[in-house]
């Protein structure tokens, strides 16, 4: 009776860059970034993430990008598949509807680092969620900020999970 | 929300006490999708009792309450402390909804319809540059950015631009082809704003150039192009021509023309030939190899010919203004024969034409003219080339004279461009004289002279010290104080790099002066007790093991000396350090 069902719960990072940022990046920043990363969660086999239309759903691996560059293992949760989806929907009714994505501030990674923490209490590694700060550090990435604060990244090939309040 | 959590902590504080049974009360945040609170517990109490509290603050049903922790469900019956909950941790909360299963259901309804409203703010994969930047302008205020650079728009959808291989090799090739085949391509990007605002901004440039490694390497090896950089009206200078092919052009005609007229001064061509050639190939193999659209492809070729104005007219003043006696001066002013080798006896013009350039350079601090700098450059690529000049019959008996008479040769070094503007310098000197002559004869010293990595370190030393000056020209008179006896220099001097000193050098530069003065004083001075290893440098201390690192094929001197000086001279170990460093 007390047989708890465990998730095993990973997180998939891609390279938006394709590499270019490994090796522009010492150039055009003056430091050394290794990528340009997206993260989605990926657990009871469906891959989450958050874009400019909010929460998307695909199956792992299911995007544009294709497969992933990097597969971390967060660990296992016990959470259901229900409980989780519902505490999706409250995530994406609130703060991480689609109008509220800033590149910077709110982005891919600083949801699947909510999700990470929510499902096993451990986030995500620090270098992906650095990466907006490192870049904002170089003269380079602040003067590029306004041109790219207006990025939205979506990966196309997910749906939306609670869609349409791209307000 | 609020106002519950105002009424509440009284209630919750009241109720605990009597239920807790002496547990210590431990503030625990519970965590919403859409809200937090922090609520007051008993350390020991149990998860029902948890729940009772939250069900009041949140205002739902203990039976809808799904608390997780670490990726637990805490279940009714467990207690806080089974989980590890403790005073300042969070616990996530869900709260079931009842008609919670009709979302599922939705979802992919939904999906559809929003699918289509979220199109407008993403591209898809059939990538519609003009739509992305389209949706880029309207936002960025900065006018419509060329092909190249419209991938900003949606970094996913560079895949479709042609760039998606993701073997860099492969993209830059492309990106060459691409600009070959479309001249005005590169003229495009020059004429983004985007990209003019970063040509005109000189740090950043610099910045950028000094971030690439091979810059790193070709500027260690070629000083002048350190020079060149780190002086800001150079560089607009530079990136004026680089945006503008025609002036390029003209800029280039001007060039050549200063170039032919050096071709009649005797000597002096060839090894400004060399020295062209040593500088000119790296530059252009280092630009080639970058991005083939880099804007620095253009810069690298300018900035050599940038630099040549500054070298001829150097070249000027031929005609020698120090009477014989200087024309030994001290070994480290670089007083090698320039492209005569041998030919000792009568070559005081060649031997003073270096020191001839000096003296109309002099006031620019140390080593600063370009043409000290490339005959540095030489004799610690060419040790013959001071072995010879120390050997030479008439410098030995230039070197007893002087010795003899400390006067002359006094006023020989203070006239050296070594030590002008720097009183203090001098001073110092002056009092170690007799002993710096003694070293002279030396052979221990002279080996130090000859030995191209002692050379080599003194260059960098020089190069260092020229970024200061640039940098924070009021540092180099306060700096002038004589050093700090005793200053370990060590490792750090050798070590020293001028293409991160624009970050170090407010860290290093008092160092830098210190260890300078430090070091040569030692080296001439100190030598004399016996070869005393605590006051020779790290250089002259491991020689020996620099050679057999050599020999073993580690031929980066500088990494090697690091790490024998990280090693203290063990090989072993030296030799570990370099294979664990070696890039992957």
């Known amino acids: 009776m007390d047989f708890t069902t465990r998730h095993n719960i990973q997180l998939y990072i891609y390279d938006l860059s394709r590499g270019m940022a490994r090796n522009l990046s010492p150039i055009m920043l003056g430091k050394q970034l290794d990528g340009i990363w997206h993260t989605a969660i990926v657990a009871y086999g469906e891959e989450f993430f958050f874009g400019g239309e909010g929460i998307s759903s695909c199956p792992p691996g299911g995007t544009m990008l294709g497969p992933p560059d990097t597969v971390v293992d967060l660990g296992e949760t016990e959470v259901t598949e229900d409980i989780f989806m519902e505490y999706l929907s409250s995530l994406g009714e609130s703060t991480y509807r689609g109008d509220r994505y800033r590149l910077f501030e709110h982005n891919c990674n600083t949801f699947s680092n909510e999700v990470a923490q929510f499902l096993t209490g451990r986030p995500i590694p620090s270098y992906i969620t650095d990466l907006p700060s490192e870049v904002l550090s170089t003269p380079f990435g602040q003067m590029l900020r306004p041109i790219l604060d207006s990025i939205h990244i979506a990966p196309p090939g997910g749906h939306v999970i609670n869609g349409g309040r791209n307000m | 929300m609020a106002d519950q959590g105002a009424a509440d902590p009284g209630n919750n504080n009241n109720n605990n006490k009597p239920e807790a049974s002496e547990g210590t009360i431990i503030k625990v945040t519970v965590k919403t999708p859409k809200d937090k609170e922090e609520i007051a517990i008993a350390e020991d109490a149990s998860v ?111 895949a479709g631009l042609g760039m998606g291989s993701a073997n860099f090799m492969e993209l830059q090739q492309q990106m060459q082809r691409q600009l070959m085949s479309n001249p005005e391509m590169l003229s495009q990007i020059m004429e983004n704003p985007l990209v003019q605002n970063m040509m005109s901004n000189p740090d950043l440039m610099r910045q950028m150039i000094m971030a690439n490694p091979q810059m790193q390497q070709l500027m260690e090896r070629n000083p002048e192009i350190s020079h060149m950089l780190n002086n800001p009206e150079l560089m607009r200078q530079t990136m004026e021509l680089a945006r503008n092919p025609a002036m390029m052009q003209e800029m280039m005609r001007n060039q050549d023309r200063a170039l032919s007229n050096l071709e009649s001064i005797p000597g002096g061509y060839n090894a400004l030939r060399r020295m062209y050639t040593d500088i000119q190939e790296p530059m252009f193999s280092a630009a080639r190899e970058q991005f083939g659209s880099n804007p620095f492809s253009a810069l690298g070729g300018n900035s050599d010919s940038g630099a040549q ?262 090989i072993n170990a030296a030799i570990e350090r370099l294979l664990g460093s070696q890039p992957s």
């Open chain 2, 309 to 570: 104005p500054s070298r001829t007219e150097n070249r000027e003043p031929l005609p020698n203004p120090w009477g014989p006696p200087n024309a030994s001066s001290s070994p480290e002013s670089g007083g090698g024969t320039m492209g005569s080798t041998s030919t000792t006896g009568g070559t005081n013009p060649s031997v003073s034409n270096p020191l001839g350039i000096n003296a109309s350079s002099l006031g620019n601090g140390m080593f600063n003219s370009p043409g000290m700098q490339s005959l540095l450059q030489q004799i610690s690529e060419n040790p013959q080339l001071m072995q010879n000049m120390l050997s030479a019959p008439y410098m030995r008996s230039m070197m007893q004279s002087l010795a003899q008479n400390p006067e002359l040769a006094s006023q020989v070094l203070m006239n050296n461009p070594l030590f002008a503007g720097n009183p203090q310098l001098q001073e110092q000197f002056r009092s170690q004289l007799p002993v710096f002559l003694q070293q002279m004869q030396n052979p221990e010293a002279l080996s130090v002279m000859t030995n191209p990595r002692a050379m080599q370190a003194l260059m960098q030393i020089q190069q260092g010290l020229q970024t200061l000056q640039t940098e924070a020209p009021g540092l180099m008179p306060s700096l002038m104080t004589g050093g700090i006896p005793g200053v370990p220099t060590g490792g750090s001097v050798p070590t020293e790099n001028p293409a991160p000193s624009p970050s170090s050098a407010g860290t290093n530069p008092s160092q830098q002066q210190q260890q300078l003065m430090q070091q040569m004083l030692q080296m001439f001075a100190g030598g004399a007790g016996g070869g005393s290893a605590t006051t020779q440098t790290p250089e002259v201390r491991f020689q020996a093991q620099l050679e057999q690192l050599s020999a073993m094929g580690f031929i980066n001197r500088e990494a090697n000396l690091q790490a024998l000086i990280a090693t203290g001279g063990d």
């Open chain 2, 48 to 158: 029902t009792q948890f729940k009772e509290e939250i069900s009041k603050r949140f205002k739902a049903k203990q039976d809808q309450l799904v608390l997780i922790f670490a990726g637990k469900i805490l279940k009714d019956g467990d207690s806080l402390s089974q989980h590890g909950i403790k005073d300042g941790l969070t616990v996530h909360l869900v709260i079931k909804t009842a008609h919670k299963s009709a979302d599922g259901g939705s979802t992919s309804a939904s999906s559809s319809a929003s699918a289509q409203a979220g199109s407008s703010s993403s591209s898809g994969p059939s990538t519609n540059p003009t739509s992305t930047a389209g949706s880029n302008s309207s936002a960025a205020p900065t006018a419509q950015p060329p092909n190249v650079l419209s991938g900003y728009g949606d970094l996913a959808s560079l």
